[in-house]
């Protein structure tokens, strides 16, 4: 699996936590709002002028999310972050330590 569709799969589970969690939805399930998120993550991400060497968003020099989505989406990893660790053990391990490790051994990512 490349890093853009490793991205989708852990932004895709960070929705769906968010869902569930605030928005009594059925695991796996999204409310209309949280699906037209996650398709424009997914859009922002196909777009990624970054491809495969993209950084975590949070390390990303370039803000290509619109106003209104960006505060959303950072609401959603804020809240989803920490408790993916619980519900996807593995996705949590490989985005902090792209996040922490990678970054550093490739500066012209920063």
Same mark, same amino acid.
């Given at each position: 699996?490349?890093? *853009? ?5 852990? *932004? /895709?589970? #960070?929705v769906e936590i968010y869902c569930w969690k605030k @928005?009594? +939805? ?7 709002? =949280?699906?037209?998120?996650? !398709?424009?993550?997914?859009? /922002? %991400?196909? %777009? ?8 975590? =968003?949070? $390390?990303?020099?370039? @803000?290509?999310? !619109?106003?209104?989505? +960006?505060? $959303?989406? $950072?609401?959603?990893? /804020?809240? &989803?972050?920490? +408790? !993916?660790? *619980?519900? &996807?053990?593995?996705?949590? *391990?490989? @985005? ?6 990678? #970054? $550093? !051994?490739?500066?012209?990512? +920063?």
């Open positions: 699996m490349g890093a *853009i569709e490793r991205e989708k799969e852990t *932004i /895709r589970k #960070m @928005h009594k +939805r059925k695991r796996g399930e999204l409310c209309p709002e =949280c699906e037209k998120l996650l !398709l424009y993550a997914f859009k /922002r %991400l196909e %777009l990624c002028p970054f491809g495969e060497d993209k950084p975590t =968003c949070k $390390k990303c020099p370039v @803000h290509c999310y !619109l106003p209104e989505y +960006r505060e $959303k989406i $950072k609401q959603v990893m /804020r809240f &989803s972050g920490p +408790r !993916l660790l *619980i519900y &996807s053990p593995l996705d949590w *391990i490989v @985005h902090e330590f792209k996040e922490k490790v990678f #970054m $550093k !051994l490739n500066p012209s990512n +920063r």
